[in-house]
């Protein structure tokens, strides 16, 4: 399967993939399903990192936690109008670690079942990274589930851009998004892209202009109403501290 990152936006809502995957005799349940670990596992990941001892245990019940939400239709329980997708997920995680904490097993977690291809190596090297801090596993969630959702965001922006066959004006503005664009030598990349200094600074405010559509638009797929967007936002932003 591809990363998040290399997948295209989605053409359905986060709720419209959860409610397809939780009909059992839908034949695209399963690639529903992989698409919403592909997206989601990374913070569910950080949060049962900071919740169980080992690196292997937290894989496993990483893994084992995607895959009873198929086996066990635990997804039909799932509905935009019980609120957040994240908030739906974290609550079902945790009841999920809680039910398997100290259940012991015949066979090693997972064994003889269908595995999916979820990159703990990627994954742990983004732990490895992380700065030392004390938050707790449900604030680790939501930071890591604002950094997920803010990359694909910026993965979407640059498949448009590629797209339109613009990529190398997408690597020379790209830092605008991060606030940081005072510094960038607006002349240097006209230059390059031999357009002039004006139409640069245009083509950087028309790229933060629709980051933040995209933002908009990915926010708006995980929770009930477009009213709940701009607080959501604000709850993203918060647990980046930012």
């Given at each position: 399967?591809?990363?998040?990152?290399e997948q295209?936006?989605?053409?359905?809502?986060?709720?419209?993939?959860?409610?397809?995957?939780?009909?059992?005799?839908?034949?695209?349940?399963?690639?529903?399903l992989?698409?919403?670990?592909?997206?989601?596992?990374f913070?569910?990941?950080?949060?049962?990192?900071?919740?169980?001892?080992?690196?292997?245990?937290a894989?496993?019940?990483?893994?084992?936690?995607?895959?009873?939400?198929?086996?066990k239709?635990?997804?039909?329980?799932?509905?935009?109008?019980?609120?957040?997708f994240?908030?739906?997920?974290?609550?079902?995680?945790?009841?999920?670690?809680?039910?398997?904490?100290d259940?012991?097993t015949a066979?090693?977690?997972g064994?003889?079942?269908?595995?999916?291809s979820?990159?703990?190596?990627?994954g742990?090297?983004?732990?490895?990274f992380?700065?030392t801090?004390t938050?707790?596993?449900?604030?680790?969630?939501?930071?890591?589930?604002?950094?997920?959702?803010l990359?694909?965001?910026?993965?979407?922006?640059?498949?448009?851009?590629?797209?339109?066959?613009?990529?190398?004006?997408?690597?020379?503005?790209?830092?605008t998004?991060?606030?940081?664009?005072?510094?960038?030598?607006?002349?240097?990349?006209?230059?390059?892209?031999?357009?002039?200094?004006?139409?640069?600074?245009?083509?950087?405010?028309?790229?933060?202009k629709?980051?933040?559509?995209?933002?908009?638009?990915?926010?708006?797929?995980?929770?009930e109403?477009?009213?709940?967007?701009?607080?959501?936002?604000?709850?993203?932003?918060?647990?980046?501290?930012?």
């Open positions: 399967m591809t990363s998040p990152s295209p936006g989605f053409a359905t809502t986060q709720w419209s993939l959860v409610l397809r995957a939780a009909q059992p005799d839908d034949s695209t349940a399963r690639a529903a992989e698409t919403l670990c592909q997206r989601y596992w913070p569910l990941y950080a949060f049962a990192r900071r919740r169980v001892s080992g690196i292997p245990q894989q496993d019940l990483t893994q084992d936690f995607f895959l009873r939400l198929l086996e239709n635990s997804l039909a329980a799932a509905s935009p109008e019980r609120g957040r994240r908030s739906f997920l974290l609550t079902s995680l945790k009841n999920f670690l809680s039910n398997e904490w259940r012991a066979q090693k977690r064994g003889g079942r269908e595995r999916l979820l990159d703990w190596e990627t742990e090297s983004r732990l490895s992380e700065p801090h938050d707790t596993p449900e604030r680790e969630f939501e930071r890591q589930w604002a950094l997920t959702l990359d694909v965001v910026v993965h979407r922006l640059q498949d448009e851009f590629t797209t339109a066959d613009k990529s190398r004006q997408f690597e020379l503005l790209k830092e998004l991060t606030g940081s664009r005072a510094v960038l030598d607006y002349a240097a990349i006209a230059a390059e892209l031999q357009m002039s200094e004006d139409a640069a600074r245009q083509a950087a405010h028309r790229l933060r629709r980051y933040r559509e995209l933002l908009r638009e990915e926010v708006a797929a995980t929770v109403s477009d009213n709940e967007v701009e607080d959501e936002i604000g709850r993203l932003l918060e647990a980046l501290g930012t």
